[in-house]
Each structure stands twice: as C-alpha cells, then as structure tokens.
C-alpha cells in the first residue's frame, strides 16, 4: 500500500510537470534524498525523463566529488548506464557493499544522475553545445545502533561570533545525524540577518558548523536563531531557538 502510495504521488507530479509546459528539463527523481538504514538489503529510485528528447544517463555513488573517475563509496548503483526515451520512467537500485562504516553516527554519500542528450547527426559537420547535467542526491546511511530521534532539529544549539572571516552564527549538532539547512537567520533586537548561501549548508554529526552572514552582526548575545532545514522525507520546517553561549 506504501509503495502504490508513493507510485500514485510521483505520478502526479509527473502530470502536473508535463501539462504545465515549464522548462524542467533534466531526469527527475521521486526522492530529494536516501535513508539506507543498516538492515536493508536495497534502496530503489524511481526516474522519469521529463525532457522532450531521449538522453543517456549514467549513475554512480561517490564522496561528493561528482566525477565517475573517484567513486569511492561503499553503495553501488545498478544499472550503471541506460537509455531513457521522453516520459519514460526507471527505478535504480542503490546496494551497500558492506565496507565498514562508523557505526555511532551516519556517513553521508552522493548518488550521480548524469544524463547525456543526443546529438544531432545532421548537424555533425557544424558547431553545436552539448548541455549535459549531473543532478547530486544525498544517501545517508544509518547503523541500527543509533537511537531514534524524533525532532532532530530541536537537539541543535547555536551561538554567534566573530572571526577573521567575518560575523558568523555556528550550529552545534550534538546527534549522530546530519542536518541540512535551506536557510539560516539571527535575529537580534528585531534585526533578521541571514546567513549567506552555500552549496552545502549540511552540518555534520557530534560537530559544529559556522555559517556567515550576509553583514555585519552589532552584538552577539540575546538573539535568536531561525532557520529552515531539510527533513528525511524531503519536507522543509521551520524552526527557531534562543542562542546560547559556547
């Protein structure tokens, strides 16, 4: 019933895609990240190709680098190469090779979506731009030894300074999982700063994290922290909590 469940929300969003007429081009995933808990044998993706050509797509697990050349990762992605006509969907399956992970906190690596589109032969003798495209997904594994937690984000602390670099607020995770942010603010005396943008705005487990901000913060104490972050099923909440010193 999960699955048909699933199935029937991907497809939906399938037609809202396709009748809309926008530019979503590229491979669309049914999932904006992977929880790959210890005991499970497998993970599965569903693909849909939504561009209006077929492409090649190939799939790998790395470390973030995004480069087939490095896929230094204990997951392997099958099948590694395949052809997607327009409209036309494919599940993927992610398979842990039991290398040794930590076991008192998650590791985190990237699934590569890179899709190729044709070339036009009767354009061959003539200059032409291939756009290619990598989409990154994140596959977090999680050793059966961890303790759930049902609000992560509410086990987060945060404090605000000063460094060479500039003002900054820095998140303390105390929890042996990962958290990513979308946004990030300190608000003191009604004043909301944010936090400036990053490819990556993930702290990571029993770490802390320094995000800075997009100016100058006059004071560093009696402020709040707001911030908006991921959830497992790819949601984002809202949240906010009083800074506190480090």
């Known amino acids: 019933m999960k699955i048909r469940k699933t199935m029937a929300v991907f497809c939906l969003i399938l037609v809202t895609i396709f009748a809309c007429g926008e530019a979503f081009a590229g491979i669309l995933a049914e999932k904006t990240r992977v929880i790959y808990a210890e005991n499970n044998r497998e993970r599965s993706l569903m693909l849909v190709n939504t561009n209006p ?16 050349d490095y896929p230094d990762s204990p997951f392997i992605v099958t099948p590694a190469i395949f052809r997607l006509e327009p409209k036309q969907m494919q599940g993927i399956r992610i398979t842990y090779n039991d290398n040794q992970l930590p076991g008192d906190r998650e590791s985190v690596y990237w699934l590569n979506i890179y899709e190729v589109p044709p070339v036009d032969k009767r354009n061959e003798q003539h200059s032409h731009l291939t756009m290619t495209m990598n989409t990154q997904i994140k596959i977090f594994y999680r050793p059966a030894t961890l303790a759930k937690i049902d609000d992560i984000a509410s086990r987060m602390s945060f404090s605000a300074g000063q460094d060479q670099h500039g003002s900054f607020i820095e998140c303390h995770n105390p929890t042996p999982y990962h958290i990513s942010f979308t946004d990030l603010y300190l608000v003191l005396a009604q004043k909301e700063i944010k936090a400036r943008g990053e490819m990556d705005m993930m702290a990571y487990p029993k770490s802390s994290k320094r995000y800075y901000l997009s100016e100058p913060a006059e004071k ?19 949240k906010e909590t009083a800074m506190t010193q480090h």
């Open 220 to 238: 560093f104490t009696g402020g709040i922290a707001k911030f908006y972050y991921i959830t497992d099923s790819g949601a984002i909440e809202y």
């Open 53 to 68: 050509w077929p492409v090649i797509v190939q799939t790998w697990s790395d470390d973030g680098r995004g480069s087939s």
